[in-house]
């Protein structure tokens, strides 16, 4: 009797410290997100936690289209692993650069990105689906919608911080000019190649920034209207893509051509359950499922991984856009706002499209994963993209204090180590100022020196 009563005691005062830990967590817990490095490390950990499994998904859905094209099973693989091993550099580079070079870099980009769709949609190649969407530069085959979102993003964040700046912002035509033509010049491109997934993300990337920038309502709204009215009238032009919105609608109507894809994505939604066949066991990437290792990668996670697998993904696009909106939302920087609102509505819209797609709530669009699906055309540029969010979370306030407090990075000795101090270069344009505020505080004192010595 006394053995089972102490037993209870001790079961109680487990459950107890259990509670009281987990009470504990939770009050931490605001304190917590509120850090100044917050913003930053859940950036870096959701973006270095989908890169890597997009690798390792990328391997194991492409290995056997890529033996039966190639011969080899990692061909697809080794150009993945080649694109983030260029990317990855150029994410560090820009994590370390200073908020004002994105400023400088967004009408070169954007001009850059308008002369490579100019010239994809005259002397461009289709692939698969007929869609011209690539350019084959040398040896490389580049889709170039796929930085033109990054460049956008930056440019438009460029020209509406220079407004609010300069207080232009009260006239709705100062929001929509050069913000709409811009954006239209690039979604009609965009479309020459039949590219209606990446002219929708394009889209959304221009009402958040008005969104953002504090449009008016009346004027949000007949934005709106716009973007639905021309999806309508692409959809309805195009005999395919019309039958891609009924596939959706009823893919059993059409299980052996529009509906075909849709279908064998929900079969291996299917077949995985709720913790997978484990990675390697698909059944669908055996030629059954169109575009296994890009546009339906999801599909694959969720037949491999199963439902945990797949709401680990969801979650950590959870976390990639708390972060980013977190930061549009903490810097005081009208561009560092703009440009954040604008990358993390791309990253996160894409996600949410593409996932969409393959669980049957969107009709299919043709876009890939962020960091997950294979195509270095698109992992580069979301890699820069990133890079740009986690050097605008180090804006945030007592960022750059906490960063400075813990001393210089591997990345930044690496750079300082190649004659790259930009830490310096951000902070010289704020020395003359700093040096002319220190001249004018010992002014009054040489003065009275001065006065004294009449004395």
């Known amino acids: 009797m006394a053995v089972s009563t102490s037993v209870r005691s001790a079961d109680r005062a487990a459950r107890s410290r259990a509670g009281g830990g987990a009470r504990s967590w939770a009050r931490e817990l605001p304190a917590i997100l509120n850090r100044p490095l917050t913003s930053y490390y859940l950036l870096a950990g959701s973006t270095v936690l989908l890169t890597t499994l997009g690798l390792t998904m990328v391997l194991s859905s492409s290995m056997v289209d890529s033996y039966t094209e190639t011969g080899s099973a990692f061909s697809l693989f080794q150009k993945q692993v080649l694109a983030a091993a260029f990317g990855l550099p150029l994410l560090v580079l820009a994590s370390h650069l200073p908020v004002s070079a994105f400023r400088l870099i967004g009408y070169p980009a954007m001009l850059v990105s308008v002369a490579l769709l100019v010239l994809t949609a005259f002397r461009g190649d289709a692939y698969g689906s007929g869609a011209v969407r690539w350019l084959e530069i040398g040896s490389m085959t580049i889709q170039a919608s796929e930085p033109a979102k990054l460049a956008f993003g930056v440019w438009g964040a460029s020209v509406l911080a220079r407004k609010e700046e300069l207080k232009q912002l009260t006239d709705w035509r100062q929001l929509l000019i050069p913000l709409l033509p811009g954006c239209g010049a690039l979604v009609v491109l965009v479309l020459i190649g039949t590219d209606l997934g990446t002219s929708f993300v394009l889209l959304a990337i221009f009402l958040s920034l008005l969104w ?12 709106i209207a716009m973007v639905v009215s021309l999806a309508s009238i692409m959809i309805a032009v195009e005999p395919f893509r019309l039958a891609r919105v009924t596939s959706f609608l009823d893919p059993q109507n059409d299980p052996t051509d529009s509906g075909f894809q849709l279908l064998h994505g929900l079969y291996a939604l299917g077949t995985g359950g709720v913790v997978g066949v484990g990675i390697g066991g698909s059944h669908e990437k055996w030629g059954d499922l169109p575009h296994p ?35 549009a939302a903490r810097v005081s920087d009208p561009f560092a706002r703009l440009a954040a609102a604008a990358i993390t509505a791309w990253i996160t819209i894409q996600a949410m499209v593409n996932i969409g797609t393959v669980i049957g709530v969107m009709p299919v669009t043709g876009i ?13 540029p979301t890699m820069v993209a990133l ?10 306030p007592d960022a750059r204090t906490a960063l400075a407090a813990r001393g210089p990075s591997r990345a930044q000795r690496a750079l300082s180590w190649l004659g790259l101090d930009l830490a310096a270069l951000g902070a010289g344009a704020k020395r003359p100022a700093a040096a002319g505020q220190a001249t004018n505080r010992s002014r009054p004192t040489q003065v009275q020196a001065r006065r004294n010595r009449r004395r």
Not at 309 to 325: C, E, I, K, P, R
């Open 212 to 223: 953002v920038v504090g449009a008016p309502a009346r004027l949000l709204a007949a934005m």
């Open 293 to 327: 290792e890009s546009d339906f990668i999801f599909a694959i996670i969720g037949e491999e991984l199963g439902l945990i697998g797949s709401l680990v993904v969801v979650g950590l696009f959870g976390v990639l856009g708390y972060a980013g909106l977190r930061v």
């Open 368 to 380: 890939p994963l962020p960091l997950v699906s294979a195509g270095g055309s698109a992992l580069i």
């Open 387 to 396: 890079g740009i969010l986690l050097a605008l979370a180090k804006s945030e």
